[in-house]
């Protein structure tokens, strides 16, 4: 008996040191943020359509046409922290007290938060530059 706790103790370790490779495959929010950019401003086609449903939907009405913030907050600083639960909580549920809509009947929303999310997270990175975006293989 002595020897199989000292098995299971020695185990143990090596079991919690998996877990977190585990959860941070399966949590979506810990996953890396996949885009491309080029030149600051040419971009894949996915973060080509996160940014179009930027200019859409208006968003730089409240928070700037460089994510600088106006009278929504600043993107460039949020996206330093904000994982992409939040802001799916946040797109989709909206903080109306505060001002900030509901785009969940939103088609072109729901069908590229992803690719919104990742453009905004390449504006605060400070890889994608502020203004137009092209795609990667135009000239």
Avoid at 32 to 53: E, I
Avoid at 68 to 84: H, N
Avoid at 109 to 117: G, T, V
């Amino acid at each position: 008996m002595k020897g199989r706790s000292i098995l299971l103790l020695a185990a143990l370790p090596a079991a919690l040191f998996l877990l977190p490779v585990v959860y941070a495959q399966n949590n979506p929010s810990v996953a890396q943020v996949a885009f491309k950019v080029v030149d600051g401003n040419k971009v894949d086609s996915n973060t080509l359509q996160g940014w179009k449903t930027w200019r859409a939907l208006a968003c730089e009405r409240c928070h700037g046409a460089q994510q600088q913030g106006m009278v929504g907050p600043s993107l460039i600083d949020a996206f330093k922290t904000l994982d992409k639960e939040e802001f799916h909580r946040t797109v989709f549920g909206g903080r109306v007290a505060k001002g900030m809509p509901d785009f969940s009947s939103s088609q072109m929303m729901q069908k590229n938060w992803e690719n919104l999310y990742a453009y905004l997270k390449g504006r605060s990175d400070g890889q994608i530059k502020p203004g137009d975006l092209h795609a990667i293989d135009s000239q």
